[in-house]
């Protein structure tokens, strides 16, 4: 806390009240969905046994051995306490914007940038489609936010926009500006209090049948809390490749969709 006041005062003040609320955060008791990728693919109205699976643990791969490559880590907990996105994550987002084609994709974290470069490929892949990636890089070594978005090719970057700063200060006016967005990726700062504030905010404007996708939701419950209250929108709760935690899935129906927040 010490070392991010010396550096980004105007950001650190920000994790004194996510401090202050961790003391009141608990891991929740999930029904883990071990068929989620098929329950995922009957969420999109997709088929399963789904060809995009293996295009996602290739690309995942590659983007792993790149970053090996040039000798720079990758896993878990690598990136300060945080870490790189893990092969199911990967698959789910790939497979999210491959099966639903969004116009607006908008991302919380980008460290590495693992889930920002599956993105990017599916909408070039598509022909369509932007990214806007909102992202506080490591607030104090500054060797790790050197290597923001090392995993983003060159020739990707066409249809990506990266806001520097943290979503409770970056979001509000991204949001405005969109108006919609059809595919929200959360894997920044993951705490009950932030992971509710961008869900909320998020939930005002995703389009009907839009997807959000929220990472690491084990440790508290900020997820749940969220999915108790939307009615209309339909959850999964997903084990990650290496069994350590779980992300979550969220589907509002085309239909009016009641959602926290609006
Ligand atoms: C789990 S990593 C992101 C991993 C990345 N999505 C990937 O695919 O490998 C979390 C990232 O969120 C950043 N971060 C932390 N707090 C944040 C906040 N409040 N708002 C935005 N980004 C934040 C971290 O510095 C880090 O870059």
Not at 59 to 64: G, K, M
Not at 91 to 117: K, N, Q
Not at 212 to 237: C, E, N, P, Y
Not at 243 to 251: H, K, Q, Y
Request: proline share 6%; glycine share 10%; charged share 25%.
């Amino acid at each position: 806390m010490a070392g991010a006041f010396a550096t980004n005062p105007r950001e650190a003040v920000h994790l004194v009240p996510e401090g202050v609320a961790s003391y009141f955060e608990h891991p929740v008791d999930y029904d883990v969905d071990e068929a989620w990728e098929e329950h995922l693919h009957a969420l999109l109205g997709m088929p399963w046994p789904c060809p995009e699976r293996q295009r996602a643990e290739a690309l995942w791969e590659d983007a792993a051995g790149e970053l090996r490559g040039r000798g720079l880590d990758f896993g878990r907990h690598t990136y300060g306490q945080y870490s790189d996105a893990d092969l199911s994550l990967a698959r789910a987002v790939w497979c999210t914007v491959v099966h639903l084609r969004p116009d607006v994709v908008v991302e919380t974290g980008v460290a590495r940038g693992i889930t920002s470069r599956i993105i990017l490929e599916a909408l070039e892949d598509n022909g369509e489609g932007h990214l806007w990636s909102v992202d506080l890089p490591h607030p104090f070594e500054r060797e790790l936010a050197a290597q923001t978005g090392a995993a983003v090719p060159r020739h990707s970057r066409s249809r990506w926009s990266y806001i520097e700063g943290s979503s409770r200060r970056r979001l509000p006016h991204l949001l405005r500006r969109l108006g919609k967005v059809d595919v929200f990726v959360h894997d920044s700062l993951h705490t009950a209090r932030n992971t509710r504030f961008e869900m909320d905010r998020i939930g005002r404007v995703l389009s009907p049948g839009g997807v959000m996708l929220v990472d690491d939701i084990s440790t508290h419950q900020g997820f749940a809390g969220w999915a108790s209250k939307a009615s209309g929108a339909r959850t999964l709760v997903c084990p990650s490749a290496d069994g350590e935690g779980l992300f979550g899935v969220v589907r509002t129906t085309p239909a009016a969709t009641q959602v926290p927040g609006r």
